[in-house]
């Protein structure tokens, strides 16, 4: 019996915690990824898990930077805030939240799901700017996963700015977009946030999706942050409010 236990204390101790160098592969290419796990993560049983996708900015094959802007630098500053293990795929340069990077995303949170404690009803996806569009995008492919999302200064109409991408709700024309998109998305919990004076991703692209949803009797928060310009993510991530909530959320 003490055996038994000196192996399972040993084993404990062997998780290793913090931002975690991770790889998966999705056909036959191999993508460099992070992870963010709690320095208690053996103190609970279950996790919450948050998949997280970056912008532009941050695309690459190091497996890192995506880990410094948004959600990551909001746990580097206040991890306490934060008690989730937390997965940070990378999308390719000249690539986007869409087709196979979408995949990938996708592949990188359920390895992770496999290798460590995660609760699968609380489960969630954000990301800003061209993240932001992952979200809505990823979202609607598999609604299934996630308990809830957060697209930040994101859009779902498409941007002349990032051509080659694939459209949120294929198979829709402009009328019905909106209305395919709050069909699929109604029963999701979800708060967008965007900066009034975004110049990068114009307002619109938050304010048309959460009217549709809203119209459509959706569980929908919208938050505009006045006088905000693209940047509305560190304001996002930091807020107390926000965090209450996103851990309440729970898929039934």
């Known amino acids: 019996m003490l055996v038994l236990l000196l192996g399972i204390a040993a084993s404990l101790q062997q998780v290793q915690t913090g931002f975690l160098d991770r790889t998966v592969t999705v056909s036959g290419t191999a993508y460099r990824y992070q992870v963010y796990v709690p320095a208690d993560y053996a103190s609970k049983p279950s996790w919450p898990a948050i998949l997280f996708l970056h912008g532009a900015g941050e695309r690459g094959d190091d497996g890192l930077i995506q ?79 996630f308990a809830a999302i957060v697209p930040i200064c994101g859009w779902i109409r498409e941007f002349p700015q990032f051509r080659g991408s694939q459209p949120v709700v294929p198979d829709a024309d402009s009328a019905s977009t909106m209305p395919k998109l709050a069909q699929r998305l109604g029963k999701l919990p979800i708060w967008i946030f965007h900066g009034e004076v975004d110049r990068v991703v114009n307002v619109n692209g938050s304010r048309e999706p959460f009217a549709a949803l809203k119209a459509a009797g959706a569980d929908v928060r919208y938050t505009e942050l006045l006088g905000l310009d693209h940047n509305s993510w560190d304001a996002a991530y930091g807020s107390e409010e926000f965090v209450r909530w996103l851990f309440a959320q729970q898929r039934r």
Do not use: C
């Not at 909001?74 to 196979?100: C, E, H, L, M, N």
């Open 67 to 145: 880990t410094n802007v948004g959600l990551g630098a909001a746990i580097r500053q206040k991890s306490s805030r934060y008690p989730a293990i937390a997965v940070f795929p990378q999308v390719p340069r000249d690539s986007q939240w869409v087709g196979t990077p979408g995949d990938m995303a996708i592949a990188a949170l359920q390895q992770t799901m496999r290798e460590f404690k995660v609760d699968p009803t609380r489960v969630y996806l954000t990301g800003l700017s061209m993240g932001g569009h992952g979200t809505w995008y990823v979202a609607y492919r598999r609604p299934d996963l």
